[in-house]
């Protein structure tokens, strides 16, 4: 999953800056966005991965290392 902040105007005029939406890709989160802006206009678009517990690879080693570290 990746993660897109979407800069939009509204169908009002009013611009409103940051929303994200997270989507397989641009085309899915887009579809999501105007699900929620129904006849918005896309100004920016920024993407960013996703880091989830799922992607990196814990054990029980690592899952100790993890709760026993200390900065």
Known sequence: MRRFQ???KA???T????????GQDREDAERKLFQMYVGCTVLECSESAVSTARDENLDVAGIISLISKQE
């Open 15 to 22: 611009v409103v800056e940051a929303v994200v939406i997270q």
């Open 11 to 13: 169908r009002n005029g």
């Open 6 to 8: 979407f800069k939009v």
